[in-house]
């Protein structure tokens, strides 16, 4: 079975660009979370996804952050403009259901933000 | 915010040692995980602990819960090199089966 697919593995960027991250669940999940983790911490949730439906996006900056996932697959987190402070990985997880507590990982995004 | 906070923020054993970390939570629990982060595998999943369980056991993983303290502690036993990596708890408190997360140990194990 495959994973949870993330592109890019890394990006460098300067503050005020925009930039993209994509994230394919694992075949068949219905939950997907996208989580900024900053060097030395855990990870912080920012949106879930339930099929194309938000769960939750309580945590995401919604001034700079915005994220879909249209068809209930594959979704796309999206920071426009950067700032320095948003230089972290950015993971995706997908769980198969809501709640099936279980969450799989992909391997992250790392951003740098110059 | 944190959830969980982690104890020790680092350990550092000689390889076949045990190693345990601990977690204290704020809330009450639904349930309460363990993940393991390096950076060959990324984040993955090694067990889940339910509210009404005290202890579990996964191959070499032991997880017990004390509800009363809010805390759990991971052992891990007979230590390899292939453990090193940084352990979170992440505790799951509400409906929408949300995870939050402490800041993780990192344990290194020494040949």
């Known amino acids: 079975e495959a994973g949870v697919a993330q592109s890019p593995r890394y990006k460098i960027i300067e503050k005020r660009q925009s930039v993209a991250f994509w994230c394919n669940p694992i075949s068949g999940h219905a939950t997907l979370y996208w989580y900024q983790q900053i060097l030395g911490q855990g990870p912080k949730l920012l949106i879930q996804?339930?099929?194309?439906?938000?769960?939750?996006d309580s945590q995401l900056p919604k001034d700079r952050f915005s994220a879909e996932r249209l068809k209930g697959v594959d979704s796309t987190l999206k920071i426009q403009p950067a700032k320095l402070e948003d230089s972290a990985v950015y993971l995706c997880a997908s769980s198969l259901r809501f709640g099936q507590e279980t969450q799989y990982f992909g391997p992250g995004t790392r951003l740098l933000v110059l | 915010s944190q959830q969980g906070e982690e104890d020790p923020q680092a350990l550092s054993i000689q390889e076949g040692e045990n190693a345990t970390m601990n977690c204290s939570y704020k809330?009450?629990?639904?349930?309460l995980q363990w993940y393991r982060q390096n950076s060959g595998r990324g984040l993955v999943h090694l067990i889940l602990i339910r509210s009404n369980e005290r202890e579990k056991h996964s191959g070499r993983l032991r997880v017990t819960l004390d509800t009363s303290k809010k805390s759990s502690s991971l052992l891990i036993t007979a230590s390899r090199a292939a453990d090193t990596a940084s352990y979170f708890c992440?505790?799951?408190?509400?409906?929408?089966?949300?995870?939050?997360w402490g800041a993780g140990t990192k344990l290194i194990i020494k040949p």
């Open positions: 996804f339930q099929n194309n439906g938000v769960v939750d």
């Open positions: 992440a505790t799951d408190h509400d409906s929408n089966y949300q995870l939050i």
């Open positions: 809330t009450s629990i639904n349930n």
